[in-house]
């Protein structure tokens, strides 16, 4: 017999057009169930060339009711809107509405044939086919038979999907639309070629306790999820102490924005006679039925909601943490090159960090732009000592709930003293680098030498000739090794590189660049460290000229954007009178211990140690004073030059280390 559905097919794919092969299909498993089968067995086979024959879905379910059947399919959805694919509110059953999941095929394949049992005063059956060229129109046929079981199978034929995208895509569809009901019906399954559907990998978590008030016992199993479920947010599932699901509802934490996805399940006699309906407040609950105004179940909710945010502060940290290396990675959060600036850094970073274990929602759907904004806008607020003011932009964006502004009032305070505890720890080391270096300079009982312990303190803490620079080279590499490792940290390319130079073996003390990122520009600075027993001439001048003419002769190092500078650093100059009349002769040009000057862009000074501590006195004399260190207690004595510049290698106050080449 031929019937016709009262919409055209056209109309009906317009109704249908939000589904996709993956929901398409997992129609026909919610068919099942909601015909009160506990067993849905898929079936496929395919051929060598990866395309498959045809799909089976098979269940024990009650069957169709074919003498009944015009009324679901003449009657079918008389409005063209499209249906939007959603989960039930509050129960799990009867899942499919509207009689869509019998068409939705049209997806995936071009046929589909119904073969089913139902009670009807006696075992009946029949079949239904449908093509999907002509989705109104169906075939019914009534049919004796000799089965004593109700149940259904629906046969599709010409699949429109290969093999590689069910078993990939319809497959991972189908885990992440029935795990969270094969949790909550234990007894139910779902085979796939008679294997068990295996979705393990979905469970990041799972817990079993129990809780108990006033004589009643719920036993409570927790489920984390390692993605988002298909339509399924995070519930709460009531059931009797049989097992039946008697109502579900959303957790406290359902949709935080925090990618924290999970599922309780409580199961207790206390629910047997339970009105979910009646408001709290309300005098029109059952006489014999418990609400959720009874002790027990408030009881019930404040320990699980407890519970589950207890569960969930191990994960937002982990995750948060991992966002902040994201926004690192992606320049969302400023570059800070200085110990100074690091300090701060740390305390952005905490504070996003802090942000996000309170409230998650804030940083959902930011594009690249706004997050950009966002963090810079916490950074200038930390900057100012306005943290307060924070309180009012999240505030702006999400409600913030009172335990939570505890907790961010917390994390700000905490942020805070972190940062002037480590400011002060940070300031500390670096006096006491400052001491150590004198004591090998001045203290000729120590016996300092001029690279195992000048050269080696200063490769730690070049910091003292200027902050944001990062060691090129120490002592060892000649000039093509320093070349190569000048490139590699001012462009991020990696050349083998030759240097056609007189002096291209020399090795330099200390070479050291920064970049400044807004105008481009890269300064650049070479130490050459003399032990403060040598007196420093020309000959020690003549040292650093051949330097400079080294890196003069490759354009590598001389772009109009690079600067630099060239220190020569001893205890004292020797009578020849020839680094005073350097000065001298570039006082000119008004800076101080100048003695070479080409264009303003390649520099020579010449500093004695004494110069070197009093501009360290200099710019710290601010902090020392507003800090009040009690700086006497800094000064530590040492043995011997070893021991002193080990000292050194183990504080707050060390640079960076020397570029490396991967």
């Known amino acids: 017999m031929q019937n016709e ?78 249906i939007q694919i959603q989960s039930p509110k509050h129960s799990s059953i009867l899942h499919g509405k509207n009689g869509v999941g019998r068409l939705t095929f049209y997806t995936f394949a071009n046929g589909a044939k119904w073969t089913t049992s139902y009670e009807n005063q006696g075992i009946k059956g029949g079949t239904i086919a449908i093509s999907a060229e002509n989705l109104k129109v169906y075939q019914k046929k009534i049919l004796n038979t000799d089965v004593n079981f109700t149940g259904t199978t629906v046969y599709f034929t010409n699949l429109l999907i290969s093999k590689d995208v069910f078993e990939i895509d319809l497959k991972n569809y189908i885990k992440k639309e029935f795990c969270w009901f094969l949790e909550l019906n234990k007894e139910y399954s779902i085979l796939i070629n008679g294997t068990p559907l295996d979705y393990s990998e979905l469970v990041a978590d799972r817990d079993f306790f129990n809780l108990e008030n006033n004589n009643s016992i719920f036993k409570i199993k927790y489920v984390q999820w390692n993605e988002s479920l298909n339509k399924e947010h995070s519930k709460f599932y009531f059931q009797d102490s049989n097992g039946k699901e008697i109502y579900k509802d959303f957790t406290t934490l359902n949709k935080k924005g925090d990618y924290y996805y999970h599922s309780i399940y409580i199961e207790s006699d206390f629910f047997s006679h339970f009105d979910f309906t009646t408001n709290e407040e309300s005098n029109q609950k059952s006489l014999f039925s418990k609400a959720k105004s009874s002790v027990e179940y408030k009881y019930l909710i404040t320990k699980l909601n407890e519970y589950l945010k207890n569960k969930r502060k191990p994960y937002l940290r982990a995750y948060a943490e991992r966002l902040v290396m994201d926004y690192e990675l992606d320049g969302i959060i400023p570059t800070y090159n200085n110990s100074w600036e690091q300090i701060r850094s740390k305390e952005l970073k905490d504070t996003i960090i802090g942000l996000y274990e309170v409230q998650p929602k804030i940083f959902s759907n930011l594009n690249l732009e706004q997050k950009k904004i966002f963090v810079q806008f916490i950074d200038l607020l930390l900057d100012s000592n306005e943290r307060d ?45 400052y001491y150590q270096l004198k004591e090998l300079v001045f203290n000729e009982e120590l016996g300092a030498k001029e690279i195992p312990h000048l050269q080696d303190l200063i490769e730690n803490h070049y910091w003292l000739f ?51 990122k807004k105008d481009a520009k890269i300064e650049n600075i070479v130490l050459e460290l003399k032990h403060p027993k040598i007196q420093l001439g020309e000959k020690e001048y003549s040292q650093v000229m051949k ?57 020579i000074y ?57």
């Open 5 to 82: 559905a009262k919409i055209t097919s056209k109309g009906i794919k317009r109704v249908l057009k939000n589904y996709n092969p993956a929901s398409s299909f997992a129609e026909y498993i919610w068919n099942g169930f909601d015909a009160k089968a506990t067993k849905i067995e898929i079936n496929y086979d395919s051929n060598e060339l990866g395309r498959i024959n045809f799909i089976q879905v098979k269940d024990n379910g009650t069957g169709i009711d074919l003498e009944n059947l015009a009324y679901k399919f003449d009657n079918f959805y008389d409005s063209e809107k499209s």
């Open 389 to 433: 003011n924070i309180f009012k932009i999240i505030e702006s964006v999400t409600q913030l709930e009172p335990e939570e502004r505890e907790d961010l009032s917390k994390i700000l305070h905490k942020t805070s003293l972190n940062r002037v505890i480590n400011t002060i720890k940070l300031i500390e080391d670096r006096y006491k680098t």
């Open 466 to 516: 200027g902050e944001e620079y990062h060691l090129v080279t120490a002592a060892e590499p000649k000039f093509e090794e320093a070349l190569k490792r000048y490139i590699y940290k001012t462009t991020g390319e990696i050349k083998d590189t030759k240097i056609d130079h007189i002096d291209k073996n020399r090795e330099m003390d200390i070479f050291a660049c920064r970049q400044h």
């Open 547 to 603: 330097y400079l003419s080294v890196i003069s002769s490759r354009q590598e190092f001389n772009a109009p954007n690079m600067s630099w500078k060239f220190y020569l650093i001893g205890n004292k100059f020797n009578t020849s009178q020839f680094i005073e009349r350097q000065i001298r002769t570039n006082k000119t040009h008004g800076e101080e211990s100048l003695i070479y000057n080409e264009d303003g862009r390649i520099k």
């Open 606 to 662: 010449v500093k004695t140690w004494s110069e070197i501590f009093t501009e360290f006195e200099l710019r710290h004399n601010f902090l020392d004073e507003r800090l009040k260190l009690e700086r006497e207690k800094l000064y530590e004595l040492s043995k011997d030059a070893d021991e002193i510049v080990e000292k050194s290698k183990n504080n707050t106050a060390i640079s960076k280390e020397e570029v490396i080449i991967p």
